[in-house]
């Protein structure tokens, strides 16, 4: 499995977890964030279209119950990816994703929702949680994925960050919750920013541009690259990279993605590169 990767540094591994399914071993494919990975106290990873069950454009793992793909086979996915973390699948929770900064304060009642039982809640875009085994579960197709570790109060978060919530400061929002809720400093935060659209692909109109403008005033030249057609291509990696340093993270301990879901949509679900026709990539996160 090959990637087209992008001039980053700090490189996610593809690494395959044996997990047995039916008697059967597989060889089942994750992203992982070795920054995140050696903290020691949590279990990660960003999912590949690859290891799943599903057919056709949700091929083959899929992880959206809303686009029409066989409900079984959805739950089956789920199963694999659970076992490929060590986790007890009934243990997951479900974003509610609908380009909001809302954080939710994830407990043990909130187990399974989204996956086994419904959700109790709507417009969540951000989670947190401080009680290990409770997976945390954010859904993508070139939207930014946001990862938070802090190894300091055992906490986590996992956010999702579009263009709204990017412009919105997702970042921000969830490290503001992190500390109300278990005190956490940015400082002590490692953070990641998954798999998404690249800047090379992610072209927007003017009114897009214009928030960001005024949101990032400084970055302008960082983030938009102006095709002088009332279009732009907007860099929504450096724009949460803007959104997590000025809310005080450490340099050293952010790594950003280098793998765009548009460049790579053999291999990632990529809502632009199929033109909707797509299932759902998952990101996780759990304390151990």
Not at 114 to 131: K, L, S
Not at 175 to 181: A, D, G, H, V
Not at 223 to 231: A, F, Q
């Amino acid at each position: 499995m090959e990637f087209e990767r992008k001039n980053q540094t700090d490189r996610m591994e593809l690494i395959r977890v044996p997990i047995k399914r039916d008697e059967e071993e597989l060889a089942f494919p994750v992203l992982q964030f070795p920054s995140i990975a050696r903290t020691g106290i949590v279990r990660h990873c960003f999912t590949t279209r690859a290891g799943g069950v599903s057919s056709g454009i949700f091929s083959t793992l899929n992880l959206s119950f809303t686009r029409g793909d066989d409900p079984e086979a959805v739950r089956e996915n789920y199963r694999r990816v659970a076992a490929s973390l060590g986790a007890d699948y009934e243990k997951i929770v479900c974003s509610d994703q609908t380009h909001t900064t809302n954080v939710r304060v994830v407990t043990e009642e909130d187990a399974g929702k989204g996956v086994i039982r419904p959700r109790d809640y709507t417009d969540v875009d951000g989670m947190i949680t401080n009680v290990p085994g409770l997976v945390l579960a954010a859904f993508f197709a070139d939207c930014v994925p946001l990862y938070f570790v802090d190894p300091v109060h055992r906490a986590i978060g996992l956010s999702h960050s579009g263009w709204r919530g990017t412009s919105a400061r997702m970042g921000r929002e969830t490290l503001l919750r992190m500390r109300e809720t278990y005190g956490t400093k940015p400082q002590d935060v490692i953070c990641a920013i998954g798999p998404s659209i690249c800047q090379d692909c992610y072209e927007v109109s003017e009114d897009v541009a214009e928030v960001f403008r005024n949101e990032f005033s400084g970055y302008e030249e960082e983030i938009l690259l102006d095709k002088k057609n009332g279009k732009y291509q907007l860099d929504l990696w450096r724009a949460n990279e803007i959104v997590l340093l000025e809310a005080g993270v450490q340099q050293k301990h952010l790594s950003v993605t280098d793998l765009c879901t548009c460049c790579n949509p053999k291999l990632l679900f990529s809502h632009r590169a199929s033109h909707g026709k797509r299932g759902n990539l998952g990101a996780f996160l759990s304390l151990i």
